[in-house]
């Protein structure tokens, strides 16, 4: 969790955040429905949790490991 952390600069952020971040890192960008699966996966494996729902049907997420 290292990277993500490295790459938010942050502990907490919300997935169109995380979306940008990895589309200005990796070349051909990447899809907001990727970006919540990873991050679905990346909480069942206890590196994340969702904070819940904000405004704009976004998602916050904190690391937690």
């Known amino acids: ?3 993500i952390k490295e790459l938010m600069q942050t502990d ?3 997935s169109r955040e995380f979306n940008r971040k990895l589309n200005e890192s990796i070349e051909h960008g990447w899809n907001s429905k990727v970006t919540l699966d ?3 996966v990346a909480e069942s494996l ?3 949790k969702c904070l819940g729902q904000t ?3 976004q998602y916050s997420w904190k690391i937690t490991s």
């Open 1 to 3: 969790m290292n990277e």
């Open 12 to 14: 907490t952020f919300t």
């Open 38 to 40: 990873f991050l679905y």
């Open 46 to 48: 206890g590196m994340v």
């Open 55 to 57: 405004s704009g049907n």
